[in-house]
């Protein structure tokens, strides 16, 4: 899998929470799929048929949150994902648990994971400790408490995260 530069630009989505605030695809985040290599959804889709249309833009991993139902699980999302991109270890899980020694309690249960992809609190975040790199994209539609709904970006080459953006959508 690779880009056109080299290298895979993944897409990163949670708590879309179709139908109540994911009606569609929201056009500022399709500006940011439409170059994705691949797309990754932290949780809490709600429905199944989210993870189908963003699949219209790129093959997707998707992982389990605490609102998603059967039909997701059907989908083939579950609890947690481990994946190898261009050789960046990627682990995924929706609820990562407290804030307090986030860092290392999942480099604890992912001890082979480069970075952590995952969601629930709607909280963008983008940390590095206990030797691993945690990345939260927040959500594009529920925003919560935030000032912006979200989604965040990875740029990986040749085992190497070169870049992890959180990008405002709204």
């Known amino acids: 899998m690779g880009g056109q530069d080299g290298g895979v630009l993944v897409a990163v989505l949670s708590d879309t ?3 109540r605030h994911w009606k569609g695809c929201p056009t500022r985040v399709a500006t940011h799929l439409r170059d994705a290599d691949l797309i990754l959804h932290a949780g809490d889709v709600c ?6 249309e963003l699949a219209e833009f790129a093959p997707v991993h998707a992982v389990l949150g605490n609102n998603d139902g059967p039909d997701v699980a059907a989908w083939g999302a579950p609890e947690t994902l481990e994946l190898d991109l261009d050789g960046l270890r990627v682990a995924m899980i929706h609820d990562s648990g407290k804030a307090d020694g986030r860092p290392a309690r999942l ?5 082979d994971a480069d970075l952590v992809v995952f969601g629930h609190s709607h909280i963008p975040m983008d940390v590095v400790g206990a030797g691993l790199r945690i990345f939260n994209p927040g959500s594009p539609t529920d925003r919560r408490r935030q000032p912006h709904g979200t ?4 740029r990986i080459e040749n085992g190497t995260l070169l870049e992890a953006r959180v990008i405002e959508v709204t």
């Open 151 to 154: 989604m965040g970006t990875l």
């Open 47 to 52: 429905t199944a048929g989210v993870l189908d």
């Open 17 to 19: 929470h179709a139908p």
């Open 107 to 111: 480099r604890r249960r992912f001890p």
